[in-house]
């Protein structure tokens, strides 16, 4: 029997693929976004249009989730099974130049979502937290066990408050909620932001690549799809209050990526070095036990497999 699912940040890049999955699941979709100015409103639409725009399970609605009135009301009128709430201020450099809005948010709108929520018995609640809760955490990998009480920039801090929010509201209502801790997302339309997609573009286009560091540091890439795996086996699965690394359990340094990057392309790269920047982490690296024994989350998709799909897409979407 086909479900409604509400999900939030719907148009963009995590947001856009798991509304696919779940209309081609038979799932009936309500797709959430304001289209906030992080990057071009066009590149939005175009996630959208892509595949969901003109499918009769999907609706779209142009709507701010700090919104009061606008979330309550879409909430009561549709009623859904589960919420999925992907929207939020993304990025750790931005969220230090201004904080208060990455507080406003990802933490008032979260809020705004639950009350939603438990007010119209909403079963389930999943919300997207980040691998950047562990800070410069010194062992690896990193589990969900580790303490996260020591967040080296506002975005990281308002995702780990985001989840003791979440914690409290399960608490009190008992409505399952699980915490999703993405590591380095990838892939067709990931955001224009993020290193990946950044170095196609200046590779193209035939420009210098910045990078920060002496390129050691290093990430736990992980493809979108698996992505999307987890957080369906989440919705599926959740009965309780959980937090589960979503990871691809394999790091790669900042050099390591660059050199894929090049023979991904077939492009050399010039190379425009540049020092660390404050708030970035060291490395992330993602212990998948817990989702691998509850969620039976198992990625998938290597980093050169993965870049090959991105840098496809990327050609094609020029």
Same mark, same amino acid.
């Given at each position: 029997?086909?479900? $409604? ?13 798991? @509304? ?12 959430? +976004? ?29 709507? /701010?989730?700090? +919104? ?13 099974? %589960? ?5 939020? !201020? ?12 990455? $507080? ?29 809760? =562990? ?30 929010? @979440?914690?409290?509201? #399960? ?51 992980? =493809? ?10 989440? !919705? /599926?699965?959740?009965?309780? =209050? ?10 790669? %340094? ?9 023979? %991904? ?10 020092? !660390? ?6 490395? %992330? ?25 991105? #840098?496809? #897409? ?5």
């Amino acid at each position: 029997m086909a479900k $409604t699912i509400i999900v939030t940040g719907a148009a963009g890049f995590i947001g856009s693929h798991l @509304c696919e999955r779940l209309v081609d699941e038979g799932q009936n979709v309500i797709g959430i +976004d304001n289209f906030a100015d992080f990057y071009a409103r066009e590149v939005k639409e175009r996630n959208l249009a892509e595949r969901l725009l003109g499918e009769t399970r999907f609706q779209f609605e142009e709507i /701010d989730i700090r +919104d009061r009135q606008a979330v309550d009301s879409i909430v009561r009128q549709s009623r859904p099974e %589960t919420i999925v709430h992907l929207a939020a !201020m993304a990025g750790v450099r931005p969220s230090i130049e201004n904080p208060g809005l990455y $507080t406003e948010v990802n933490l008032d709108g979260t809020v705004r979502l639950l009350d939603a929520a438990v007010t119209s018995g909403v079963k389930k609640f999943i919300f997207a937290s980040s691998s950047s809760v =562990y800070g410069n955490n010194q062992k690896v990998p990193f589990a969900e066990t580790d303490p996260v009480d020591r967040p080296i920039s506002p975005y990281a801090a308002t995702k780990r408050a985001g989840e003791l929010i @979440c914690h409290s509201f #399960w608490h009190l209502n008992q409505m399952p909620i699980a915490c999703l801790r993405f590591f380095t997302v990838f892939g067709p339309r990931q955001r224009p932001d993020l290193a990946i997609a950044k170095f196609f573009r200046l590779l193209e286009a035939g420009k210098p690549i910045p990078l920060f560091g002496d390129g050691t540091t290093s990430r736990d890439y992980t =493809y979108i799809d698996d992505i999307i795996d987890g957080v369906r086996a989440a !919705m /599926d699965r959740i009965d309780g =209050y959980r937090i589960y690394n979503l990871g691809g359990n394999h790091p790669v %340094t900042l050099a390591e990526l660059l050199t894929a990057i090049e023979e %991904t392309t077939g492009i050399q790269a010039e190379i425009d070095r540049q020092p !660390m920047q404050p708030g970035d982490v060291d490395r %992330t690296y993602a212990d998948l036990a817990r989702s691998g024994n509850e969620l039976d989350y198992r990625p998938k998709t290597s980093l050169r497999e993965g870049l090959a799909n991105q #840098w496809q #897409w990327h050609r094609s979407a020029r």
